[in-house]
């Protein structure tokens, strides 16, 4: 059986990257494993587009689920530095969702859409026999920008600070303890606390914010491979050596606890909402300054020492290595938040 989740790395460069379709000159940035969005050129502006699947959990609430299913995907584009502008959508939706669920969902997702200055162009919705929630459906999330404004995945620069915001673990955290609180061995205002982390999930505004700020030259969500998973890739990505400071990464409230009960890493677990962003260090202290004035918890945590190498997909030995106290940091072969919740939803049935 396969694992879970994304497929790795080796399956990527042998059977998707070598079979993208036509070779078209207007593909700005295409299929990269690690990046987050795609670049297409149109005209003299740059097209950036990201496809993701739409997670909805019941038990979040229909408000809260459709709100976290959309920051997910409009994330991917924001990371770019360009705000999201359109979005087409597809609902592959249960057939024990009702009417008044899925208006919860749709109005939701409108008024958020709205809120950020992002039109619904097109989409799918419909009913079928088979699909059950969580997954059901996708959607595609674009923006339109100057190609000069584009932060690029891979543009860390040699001596640039690393900023992350919110902290490892806080989406896998704050699903495990909503949904399952009752099966944690722990005192009720940890998992309170662990709970409270659900509402850090939210990324948009956050990327937005930084690139708005200062010079930013990277930046990249921490989703599924945790934190570990992303300096990998935004390192490979640049060709770059990253230093971290192991006791400069935050930790929210709540997430040591779980994860240990869980016996999950919580540097390896899918943490979206929180942010890892490479900045100019004369903008460091802006890009602090503006999330921290919205309320956002940002900690510097370590340096770019060299950039412009080989990449380690490329054989590269020191470029595209990340090294925590000196140790070098391994991307996970697998989220582990994936067989914890196959675990705790095994029990709770």
Same mark, same amino acid.
């Given at each position: 059986?396969?694992?879970?989740?994304?497929?790795?790395?080796?399956?990527?460069?042998?059977?998707?990257?070598?079979?993208?379709?036509?070779?078209?000159?207007? &593909?700005?940035? *295409?299929?990269?494993? *690690? &990046?987050?969005?795609?670049?297409?050129? &149109?005209?003299?502006?740059?097209?950036?587009? =990201?496809?993701?699947?739409?997670?909805?959990?019941?038990?979040?609430?229909?408000?809260?689920?459709?709100?976290?299913?959309?920051?997910?995907?409009?994330?991917?584009?924001?990371?770019?530095?360009?705000?999201?502008?359109?979005?087409?959508?597809?609902?592959?939706?249960?057939?024990?969702?009702?009417?008044?669920?899925?208006?919860?969902?749709?109005?939701?997702?409108?008024?958020?859409?709205?809120?950020?200055?992002?039109? &619904?162009?097109?989409?799918?919705?419909?009913?079928?026999?088979?699909?059950?929630?969580?997954?059901?459906?996708?959607?595609?999330?674009?923006?339109?920008?100057?190609?000069?404004?584009?932060?690029?995945?891979?543009?860390?620069?040699?001596?640039?600070?690393?900023?992350?915001?919110?902290?490892?673990?806080?989406?896998?955290?704050?699903?495990?303890?909503?949904?399952?609180?009752?099966?944690?061995?722990?005192?009720?205002?940890?998992?309170?606390?662990?709970?409270?982390?659900?509402?850090?999930?939210?990324?948009?505004?956050? =990327?937005?914010?930084?690139?708005?700020?200062?010079?930013?030259?990277?930046?990249?969500?921490?989703?599924?491979?945790?934190?570990?998973?992303?300096?990998?890739?935004?390192?490979?990505?640049?060709?770059?050596?990253?230093?971290?400071?192991?006791?400069?990464?935050?930790?929210?409230?709540?997430?040591?606890?779980?994860?240990?009960?869980?016996?999950?890493?919580?540097?390896?677990?899918?943490?979206?909402?929180?942010?890892?962003? =490479?900045?100019?260090?004369?903008?460091?202290?802006?890009?602090?300054?503006?999330?921290?004035?919205?309320?956002?918890?940002?900690?510097?945590?370590?340096?770019?020492?060299?950039? *412009?190498?080989?990449? =380690?997909?490329?054989?590269?030995?020191?470029?595209?290595?990340?090294?925590?106290?000196?140790?070098?940091?391994?991307?996970?072969?697998?989220?582990?938040?994936?067989?914890?919740?196959?675990?705790?939803?095994?029990?709770?049935?």
């Amino acid at each position: 059986m396969s694992d879970l989740g994304k497929i790795d790395r080796a399956f990527f460069d042998r059977h998707i990257a070598p079979n993208l379709g036509a070779d078209r000159d207007d &593909v700005a940035v *295409g299929p990269t494993h *690690g &990046v987050d969005f795609g670049v297409l050129d &149109v005209g003299d502006r740059a097209l950036v587009t =990201a496809t993701d699947p739409l997670s909805i959990l019941p038990a979040l609430g229909f408000e809260r689920a459709a709100r976290f299913a959309l920051d997910l995907v409009l994330a991917d584009v924001a990371v770019s530095g360009v705000p999201p502008s359109h979005l087409s959508i597809c609902f592959t939706l249960p057939e024990g969702m009702t009417d008044d669920e899925f208006a919860t969902v749709w109005e939701t997702i409108h008024a958020e859409c709205a809120d950020l200055g992002v039109a &619904v162009v097109t989409g799918h919705t419909a009913r079928y026999a088979d699909p059950s929630h969580p997954w059901v459906g996708a959607a595609t999330a674009m923006g339109v920008g100057d190609h000069g404004d584009i932060v690029r995945p891979d543009g860390a620069c040699e001596g640039d600070r690393l900023l992350l915001t919110n902290g490892p673990g806080v989406e896998a955290v704050g699903l495990l303890s909503t949904l399952f609180g009752d099966q944690l061995d722990l005192p009720n205002d940890v998992v309170a606390d662990a709970q409270d982390r659900l509402d850090e999930v939210f990324a948009v505004r956050d =990327a937005l914010t930084a690139a708005a700020a200062g010079p930013v030259t990277a930046m990249h969500d921490v989703t599924e491979g945790g934190l570990a998973g992303a300096l990998n890739e935004m390192a490979d990505g640049a060709g770059a050596r990253f230093a971290i400071d192991g006791d400069a990464v935050p930790l929210r409230p709540g997430v040591r606890e779980v994860c240990d009960a869980l016996e999950i890493d919580p540097w390896a677990a899918t943490s979206c909402g929180s942010l890892l962003i =490479a900045v100019d260090p004369d903008g460091v202290d802006d890009v602090r300054g503006a999330l921290e004035e919205r309320g956002t918890p940002v900690a510097e945590i370590g340096r770019v020492d060299a950039a *412009g190498g080989e990449s =380690a997909a490329e054989g590269g030995n020191e470029a595209g290595a990340v090294l925590v106290d000196g140790d070098r940091l391994a991307h996970p072969c697998v989220d582990p938040s994936w067989a914890a919740y196959s675990r705790l939803a095994d029990r709770a049935e």
